[in-house]
C-alpha cells in the first residue's frame, strides 16, 4: 500500500532550538500534505494543509511563523518548529494525500515524531 | 459546521465477538468515508474506506453506509485483543480535508 515516512521518529531538544521535520510519500505522488499535532490521550489537531509549491494554510490558532511548513516536491514535506519551548513538546503526524496508480486517492499517515522540549 | 460525531467509549467486549463502531456526520454533501485505527502511541492507520451506500467487507471488517441517515460503521467480527484501539471515523466532500470524528476506543478482552 501507500507508505509515507517521517523523520525523525523522536527528538530531544533544548528550549529555543528549531526542529526540522521530514515528511516524505514513498510509492506515490502526494497532491496535499497535512500536518497534524496530538497532546496525550487527546485527538488529532489538523495544523495546516500544504500543497506543493504553494504557502501552507494554516488552521485558526497555530502560529505559521512557529510551524514553518515548506512542501518542496509532489513526495516531501517539511515542518520546522522554530523556538521550540517546552509547551510544543507533542506528537507531531504528518499526512499525505494521494494513492496508487487505479486507485482512488485517500489521506495516509506516516509514524509521527515525538518532540520533547527540555 | 462539519462535524463528525462518535461515542468515545471505551467500547469492551470479550474476545471472538462483534464490535460495533458507529459514527455520524452533519455534512449532507461528504462523499468519502474512512475508517482509521490508531494504536496508543502510534499514528492512524486506515483501515477502510467506503464510498457508496450498502456495505463493504474486508476480511473481519465490515463498513456499512447509510447516506441518508448520515451514519457509518465499522462492525469487527471475532474481535481479537490486539484489536484494541482507537478507531477514528473521517470524512469529507470531494478534495476537501478530512474531517475527523474524536475517536472511539475499543477494548478487547481475553
Not at chain 1, 44 to 66: F, H, I, P
Not at chain 2, 66 to 79: F, G, T
Request: aromatic share 10%.
Amino acid at each position: 500500500g501507500a507508505v509515507v515516512s517521517q523523520h525523525p521518529s523522536r527528538v530531544i531538544c533544548k528550549s529555543g532550538t528549531s526542529v526540522k521535520i521530514e515528511c516524505r510519500s514513498l510509492d506515490f505522488q502526494a497532491t496535499t500534505m497535512f500536518w497534524y499535532r496530538q497532546f496525550p490521550k487527546k485527538s488529532l489537531m489538523l495544523m495546516a494543509t500544504s500543497n506543493e509549491g504553494s504557502k501552507a494554510t494554516y488552521e485558526q490558532g497555530v502560529e505559521k511563523d512557529k510551524f514553518l511548513i515548506n512542501h518542496a516536491s509532489l513526495t516531501l514535506s517539511t515542518l520546522t518548529v522554530t523556538s521550540a519551548h517546552p509547551e510544543d513538546s507533542s506528537f507531531y503526524i504528518c499526512s499525505a494525500r494521494g494513492g496508487l496508480a487505479g486507485q482512488q486517492e485517500t489521506q495516509y499517515f506516516g509514524p509521527g515524531t515525538r518532540l520533547l522540549v527540555l | 459546521q462539519k462535524e463528525v460525531e462518535q461515542n468515545s467509549g471505551p467500547l469492551s467486549v470479550p474476545e471472538g465477538a462483534i464490535a460495533s463502531l458507529n459514527c455520524t456526520y452533519s455534512d449532507r454533501v461528504s462523499q468519502s468515508f474512512f475508517w482509521y485505527r490508531q494504536y496508543s502511541g502510534k499514528s492512524p492507520e486506515l483501515i477502510m474506506s467506503i464510498y457508496s451506500n450498502g456495505d463493504k467487507e474486508d476480511g473481519r471488517f465490515t463498513a456499512q453506509l447509510n447516506k441518508a441517515s448520515q451514519y457509518v460503521s465499522l462492525l469487527i467480527r471475532d474481535s481479537q485483543p490486539s484489536d484494541s484501539a482507537t478507531y477514528l471515523c473521517a470524512v469529507n466532500r470531494g478534495y476537501s480535508t478530512l474531517t475527523f470524528g474524536k475517536g472511539t476506543m475499543l477494548l478487547v478482552s481475553p
